[in-house]
Nanobody, 115 residues
Framework: QVQLVESGGGLVQPGGSLTLSCVVS????????KSWYRQRPGKQREWVAE???????NYADSVKGRFTISRDNAKNSVYLQMNSLKHEDTAIYYC?????????WGRGTQVTVSS
């Protein structure tokens, strides 16, 4: 059974940085498209960034230039480096791994940007 566990969330001041981590177990890590999503208060879940099985990365316009997604196949881990954080980045961040009809989610980690 594939499991995803996120970590690294917390409280940070505006302009600060955080790095989220997600460990994927029980599957073939390298074949998945790995993504980060977030759900802001009162909003629907939205896509933030992805890294494909080939290593290509894509970002939502709202985070482009501030967030960086990366992966470590040896550690079955995917990361989201978040810089220049804004109040509107406050959300629960979810890790996702997908391949064909397979689609797996973590339980999320809370990020709060507040002074």
């Amino acid at each position: 059974q594939v499991q995803l566990v996120e970590s690294g969330g917390g409280l940070v001041q505006p302009g600060g940085s955080l790095t989220l981590s997600c460990v994927v177990s029980g599957g073939i890590f390298s074949i998945y498209r790995k993504s980060w999503y977030r759900q802001r208060p009162g909003k629907q879940r939205e896509w933030v960034a992805e890294v494909t099985s080939g290593g290509n990365t894509n970002y939502a316009d709202s985070v482009k230039g501030r967030f960086t997604i990366s992966r470590d196949n040896a550690k079955n881990s995917v990361y989201l480096q978040m810089n220049s954080l804004k109040h509107e980045d406050t959300a629960i961040y979810y890790c996702n791994a997908a391949y064909a009809v397979q689609n797996y989610w973590g339980r999320g980690t809370q990020v709060t940007v507040s002074s």
